[in-house]
């Protein structure tokens, strides 16, 4: 009997293509594991914003779920600029991706600049959100200009979705055209719908 052993990542990529494996992408892991967080948390709370907005009251239960959303949201928001400066987005395009992917550095360098304008209130908050805090004093700070803050948060969280929107789009042609088809979205969909177990 052979052993399998499916923890291995088997690569189709050639020698010089310099895209890494969908599995070892750090963009597309910060896509997956924080933005799409940060993308369902802004959702439910723009769904109970509008409710307070249009009826002028929530419930207690609302209410808090409010709160949690907008905390959560903007804690990963937070961690997603982080990332975003740590993986040092514009030089990674520029010498560890494709060429086609240097498309994204005029809309990486304005996400780098609208991070800039309130980025340390941004990383105090994330911090009182993550970690165990002695008082409110970051978070009552992120919120003193609630309304220029919160639509910063806005703009830049609908930058970053159309960012990580077109590398993925990159990503899923030069799969295709590279031969890399089981690192493809749709492919892995028909599998998964097909109930068939794929060995990446």
Excluded at 39 to 50: G, I, P, Q
Excluded at 127 to 135: G, T, V
Aim: hydrophobic fraction near 40%.
């Amino acid at each position: 009997m052979v052993s399998i052993n499916t923890n291995i990542i088997v690569s189709s990529k050639k020698q010089y293509d310099n895209l890494p494996h969908r599995d070892e992408d750090s963009v597309l892991t910060l896509y997956a594991h924080y933005f799409l967080v940060a993308e369902l948390m802004r959702k439910n709370f723009t769904k109970l914003r509008a409710k307070l907005e249009q009826r002028g009251h929530l419930s207690q239960n609302d209410s808090v779920d409010l709160r949690i959303y907008a905390c959560t949201w903007l804690g990963f928001l937070g961690v997603i600029c982080e990332g975003f400066k740590k993986l040092n987005i514009r030089l990674l395009l520029l010498e560890a991706r494709p060429l086609d992917f240097r498309e994204l550095i005029p809309r990486s360098d304005e996400i780098g600049k609208a991070i800039k304008q309130h980025a340390d209130p941004l990383r105090e908050f994330r911090n009182s959100i993550f970690h165990l805090r002695s008082d409110v004093a970051a978070s009552r700070k992120f919120f003193e200009n609630k309304t220029s803050r919160i639509k910063w948060a806005e703009e830049l969280h609908v930058d970053f979705r159309a960012f990580f929107s077109e590398y993925r789009i990159l990503c899923e042609f030069h799969y295709a055209m590279s031969g890399r088809t089981s690192e493809m979205q749709a492919d892995r969909s028909r599998c998964k719908n097909n109930k068939l177990q794929t060995i990446i």
